[in-house]
């Protein structure tokens, strides 16, 4: 069963940091590209960052120059760094893995909350 969980969320103040990891398994992940997504109350699920299997790394504006998304291959794991976290960064974040041809994301896990304190 291919399953992805996350974890490291939680409440932390306006300036803070948090490290999410997302943990893969069932399957390997090696060559898929691995995102990050997060849902805002009332709003839609939006693009965070992406890391494909050769260690490219997009980001959404947001989340330039605040965020590090990075992956440990050995461990079948993808981490999310926040730095300087604000409350608009409030949110449930997404793991997701992209298998290829890289057409679309085709795992998802269950979520972490993040919320932000000003």
């Known amino acids: 069963q291919v399953q992805l969980v996350e974890s490291g969320g939680g409440l932390v103040q306006a300036g803070g940091s948090l490290r999410l990891a997302c943990a893969a398994s069932g399957r390997t992940f090696a060559r898929d590209t691995m995102g990050w997504f997060r849902q805002a109350p009332g709003k839609e699920r939006r693009f965070v960052a992406s890391?494909?299997?050769?260690?490219?790394?997009y980001y959404a504006d947001a989340a330039k120059g605040r965020f590090t998304i990075s992956r440990d291959d050995a461990k079948n794991t993808v981490y999310l760094h926040l730095d300087s976290l604000k409350p608009e960064d409030t949110a449930v974040y997404y793991c997701a893995a992209k298998p290829p041809p890289y057409n679309n994301y085709d795992y998802w896990g269950q979520g972490t909350q993040v919320t932000v304190s000003s």
């Open positions: 890391i494909t299997w050769g260690t490219t790394t």
